[in-house]
Structures are given as structure tokens and as C-alpha cells.
């Protein structure tokens, strides 16, 4: 049985917990979390989970700024006992941004690990894409083996690096939940679209409420809700545009996990106006609450919505016509409603369920050499 070790970062816990409870049991398999404070997840909920699965844990606390040069010195120890625990595989979705995988070399031998790039291209905007944009292009080109998370990420890495032959594991984001749904047999009685996640200019969050704008001045039978804390200077501007303020309900704040349970079982629509995207851990979020989603014509989301079918896409900056779709899905009839959710569910269970990603996983891992 392969020794495999996941060495996961806080920021990422969440993309790999489903994933290790479902496939640990097919290796000789040790968790590595390294917590960095966000205070997302608690270390005592965190191994009362790994002890109801029997996962082998060990958590570590990176207690220092990226920018701090002792996180230089915290990421040699990481790798001083990833050489000491001799791994036959180390699946990484830490990355050790800024340092560590410079120095891997002294420790280790880089065929052993599979590095998880969520990015092959940063989004417009991020805070120190620079800097990551650097070190990621690093990552791609010093690793053989790879894993991406949609097929629109692995036409950008072709592109990227035309001629490079690497072992891709091409696996999708599982589904996220934010708690078990709402006991409730109806959606809010008024139709209600629902904009979630952290705010930022490339979400596009200008074009929802210029397209709201527009919609209003035409019905008054829907209703907006746009929640989740503010990431950049964006929303300041945003909020000024908005014309109908009795058709918004903001929540510009972190909102609790029972609430995004709530909004997403009582929502008809996810909206995601987004000028880019690599995938979407919002849709797929929404995708466990079988919330279909109107979003921007981007090849990110065309993996996962057919528009008309499962769902809406609309022109990249264009608000009339995120109106229009909009007024499409509100005179869906309660019949054709169901019938769109009931093709999401097929989809989801075809395409996107734990059980199928966690097997591309499972076959992938136990085929490296």
C-alpha cells in the first residue's frame, strides 16, 4: 500500500476534506493541516473529524506573514518532516507560497510530490498577483505531476506551456456544503437572486446592479440579496450604483455557515457576473443546494452549466443582457422550474459528484510512478 501524505493549507481545507475522507482509506495515508490562523477552521473540530474517520493527523501552525522572513525558517521545517516521514507520494495544495518549493531540492525529491494549481492564470486584480503569478509559473514548470481542476485550466496551461509533457490529474472541485439544508418545501415567496462570496472588481458585482437597474424599472416581482465581505476597495464604488434599493438585501459582511445554508436553500438563482473565472467554488457550493445559476459566458462556467438547460449564461459585460436572463428565469412556471433543477441533479450526478471525483483521485494516485 502506497504512503501517501495530503499536506493541506487553511485556506484549502475545505477543498480537501471531502476529498481525504473519502480515498484515505485506500493508502497508507497521513493528513498534514497547516492552520495560518484565519480562524476557519478549529484545531479540536478538525481532529474530532479525523478521529470519527480514523485519519492519521498532524496539524502545524504557521504563525508568521507570508512577507515575514521566519516563514522561511517554518516552511524548511515542513519539509524536514515531510523527508522524515518518506512519503511515496506528498499531494500538495499547501504550495508554501512565497519560499518552500524553492528549496524542496534539499529535501526531497520532486517527483514525489503532485502540486494542486487552482490558478494557472491569476485573476485580474489579486492582491500580490505578481508575486504569485511568479511563483506559480515555478511551480508548473518545475513539477511533473500536476493536478488542475477543470478543462478550460488545462487549455490555459497548453497555451501556457506548449511543449512541456507533465502527468495531469484533472479532477473538479467537489461539491461544498455549508451544513445540511434547510428543512423547508418552499423557496422565499418572492423570487429571490442571490450574489454570494467575497467581493472583488474581476466578480463584476457593478454589472448585477446596473443590470438590476434596468430590470427594475420594468417588474418589481423579484428581489436581490448580495452577501459576503468586501475584498477590495470595489463595493464602495458599487454600492453607489444602485438605483431600486428596496429590490437589494445586502449583507456586505463574513456571513455564518447557517446562514449560506439558509440563502442557498431559499434562493431561485445564483448570479455570477464575473469578468473571469478559473472554476468556481461558489457555483459549485451552490450546485450541493441544487441552486442553478445565471453567470457570464466564460469557459469556466460553460463546463458546468448548459445554458437553457441547467442554467443561464450571458455576455461578458453586459448588463442588458444579465437583465434579460434574469427576466427569463423569472418567468420560468413552477413546472419548468423543477424541470431545470431536475437536469442540474442528473448533471451533478453525473459530472461533479464525491463519489466520481474522488475515484479520478483514487486511480490517478495509485498509478504514479
Not at 413552477?334 to 433543477?341: G, I, Q, R
Request: contains cysteine; charged residues 25%.
Amino acid at each position: 500500500m502506497k504512503r501517501l501524505i495530503f499536506l493541506t493549507g487553511e485556506d484549502l481545507l475545505d477543498v480537501d476534506l471531502p476529498i481525504v475522507k473519502e480515498i484515505h482509506s485506500e493508502f497508507d495515508f497521513t493528513w498534514i493541516v497547516v492552520l495560518k490562523g484565519y480562524g476557519w477552521f478549529l484545531e479540536n473540530d478538525l481532529r474530532e473529524i479525523c478521529k470519527h474517520h480514523h485519519i492519521d493527523l498532524i496539524v502545524l501552525h504557521q504563525d508568521f506573514k507570508l512577507k515575514n522572513p521566519k516563514t522561511l525558517f517554518f516552511h524548511f521545517s515542513v519539509l524536514g518532516l515531510l523527508k522524515k516521514m518518506n512519503a511515496d507520494i506528498i499531494y500538495d495544495s499547501y504550495l508554501g507560497v512565497p519560499y518552500m518549493h524553492f528549496f524542496t531540492k534539499l529535501w526531497l525529491d520532486r517527483s514525489k510530490f503532485i502540486v494542486a494549481i487552482h490558478d494557472v492564470i491569476q485573476h485580474h486584480g489579486m492582491k500580490n498577483g505578481g508575486v504569485r503569478s511568479f511563483y506559480y509559473d515555478f511551480l508548473m514548470k518545475s513539477y511533473k505531476n500536476i493536478h488542475l481542476f477543470s478543462e478550460n485550466q488545462l487549455k490555459l496551461f497548453k497555451q501556457r506551456f506548449p511543449n512541456s509533457e507533465k502527468n495531469i490529474l484533472l479532477a473538479p472541485l467537489v461539491l461544498k456544503s455549508f451544513g445540511d439544508k434547510f428543512n423547508t418545501s418552499s423557496k422565499n415567496e418572492v423570487f429571490t437572486f442571490l450574489f454570494f462570496g467575497l467581493i472583488r472588481e474581476n466578480k463584476g458585482l457593478d454589472i448585477l446592479i446596473k443590470a438590476v437597474n434596468s430590470l427594475g424599472q420594468k417588474r418589481q416581482d423579484f428581489k436581490v440579496i448580495i452577501a459576503g465581505k468586501a475584498a477590495d476597495a470595489s463595493w464602495d464604488n458599487n454600492k453607489n450604483l444602485i438605483e431600486h434599493d428596496h429590490l437589494f438585501e445586502l449583507k456586505i459582511r463574513t456571513l455564518e455557515d447557517h446562514e449560506v445554508n439558509q440563502l442557498m436553500t431559499e434562493s431561485h438563482f445564483l448570479i455570477l457576473p464575473y469578468r473571469d473565472v478559473t472554476q468556481s467554488g461558489v457555483l459549485l457550493t451552490s450546485y450541493y443546494y441544487r441552486l442553478p445559476a445565471i453567470a457570464t459566458n466564460l469557459e469556466g462556467f460553460q463546463e458546468y452549466i448548459v445554458n437553457d438547460k441547467t442554467g443561464f449564461l450571458f455576455d461578458l459585460d453586459s448588463p442588458e443582457a444579465l437583465a434579460q436572463k434574469m427576466a427569463n428565469a423569472l418567468d420560468l412556471g413552477s413546472k419548468e422550474y423543477s424541470e431545470l433543477t431536475d437536469r442540474l441533479q442528473r448533471f451533478i450526478s453525473r459530472e461533479i459528484s464525491l463519489k466520481s471525483v474522488s475515484e479520478k483521485y483514487i486511480q490517478y494516485l495509485k498509478n504514479l510512478n
